[in-house]
């Protein structure tokens, strides 16, 4: 599989929240660094995250996409629109995958997660989902 097909494979995933394919597609041993918090995710924490977001805030779409291919990956940037307990909220981000084979094995976010943060505590989501 093509680095592209991988990378279109993984978006459409968190899109959809499908975690079952984004569990196939991440390595094992997979990091997800953020920007905001100096924190490395495993893929066990990734994939919690997404389902969560997707939970609360799906289902997510990508929009205004640049992406450059590299050898070994891409960097993306594009704007998340968020639905559910956040519609209308949109998020510039950018993020750099590092592919090996079929496999994600590195994903560098550059984001800023306040509006998000923001607009979950004004309806009463607390951090796990709850209200």
Excluded: C
């Excluded at 984004?22 to 997800?32: C, F, K, N, Q, R």
């Excluded at 519609?87 to 509006?115: C, F, K, N, S, W």
């Amino acid at each position: 599989m093509s680095v592209e097909a991988v990378v279109d494979r993984f978006f459409a995933a968190v899109e959809a929240g499908d975690t079952t394919s984004l569990t196939e597609i991440y390595s094992p041993d997979a990091g997800v660094w953020h920007n905001y918090d100096d924190v490395t995710q495993t893929r066990e924490e990734s994939l919690r995250t997404l389902g969560y977001l997707h939970h609360v805030a799906g289902p997510m779409r990508y929009t205004d996409v640049r992406r450059e291919l590299l050898p070994d990956g891409v960097v993306q940037q594009h704007v998340v629109e968020l639905s559910g307990r956040a519609a209308g909220l949109r998020m510039p981000a950018m993020l750099r995958i590092v592919v090996d084979g079929d496999h994600v094995v590195r994903i560098e976010e550059y984001v800023d997660p306040t509006p998000l943060n923001a607009r979950l505590t004004q309806t009463g989501t607390d951090k796990n989902g709850s209200n």
